[in-house]
C-alpha cells in the first residue's frame, strides 16, 4: 500500500515540476487552446441540432430515425408518431419543422429541396392541443432549445401567448404555432 502511495506521490511531484518548467509560449498556446475549445462548445450549445447525431447528443432514437429516413422519400406524404411520453414526439416534430424551413437536416446537410417544388420560403403549421398547458410548456421550449442561435428569426405572440409566429429571416420560412382546442375541434389561428 505504501508503494501505491509513493508513486501517486511521486507522480504528482513530477506533473508539478513538468508544469512549473512550461514556458511562457508554452502557456500561451494552451490558454488559447482552452479558449477555442470553450468557444467550440458554447457554439456547440447553441446551435445543438448542428450536431443532433453526434456526442454528447443522442441522435434519434429508432422510432425517430426511421421517419428522418422516410421524409427523405417524396412518396410520402403523411407520418404519424404515436408512443408514451419522453420519446421524441415533440423533438422530432420541431427538427423537421426547423429543417424544412432551411431545406436540409441541419446535422448532416441532407437537402430536402427535392421535396419543394418551388425555391419560394416555406410554410410550416405545428398544431398543439392548448395554448398554455401543451405549446407554451412543451412545444416552444422545444424550439427554443433546437432552434440554431446562428441563425436570426423574428418571433411574435399572438395575445394569448408570445412565439406563436416565428420566421428565418434569412430563408424567410415561417413557422406558425397553432392551437386545436379539444373542446370546441376548432382550430385558433394567430391573427
Known sequence: MT????????????LRLFIAQKTPEMKQLEAQKIAVLQQLA??????????????PNKGP???QAQIIQA????????????????????????ILALSVMRGKYLWSEQSLLHLFPHKNPRKVRYIGQGWHEHIQTV???????????????????N??????????????STLQIMCLHPDQRI???NP
Request: proline letters at 6%.
Open 3 to 14: 508503494k501505491v502511495v509513493d508513486r501517486k506521490a511521486k507522480r504528482i511531484e513530477e
Open 42 to 55: 458554447l457554439y456547440q450549445k447553441e446551435n445543438k441540432l448542428e450536431y443532433f447525431d453526434k456526442p
Open 61 to 63: 432514437n429508432p422510432k
Open 71 to 94: 421524409f427523405l422519400d417524396p412518396a410520402f406524404k403523411t407520418f404519424g408518431f404515436s408512443a408514451g411520453n419522453r420519446s421524441g414526439k415533440t423533438t422530432l416534430a420541431v
Open 139 to 157: 412545444i416552444i421550449p422545444e424550439l427554443e432549445k433546437w432552434w440554431p442561435k446562428r441563425y436570426k428569426v423574428e418571433d411574435h405572440g
Open 159 to 172: 395575445g394569448i401567448i408570445t412565439k406563436t409566429f416565428w420566421k428565418d429571416v434569412e430563408t424567410k
Open 187 to 189: 382550430t385558433m389561428k
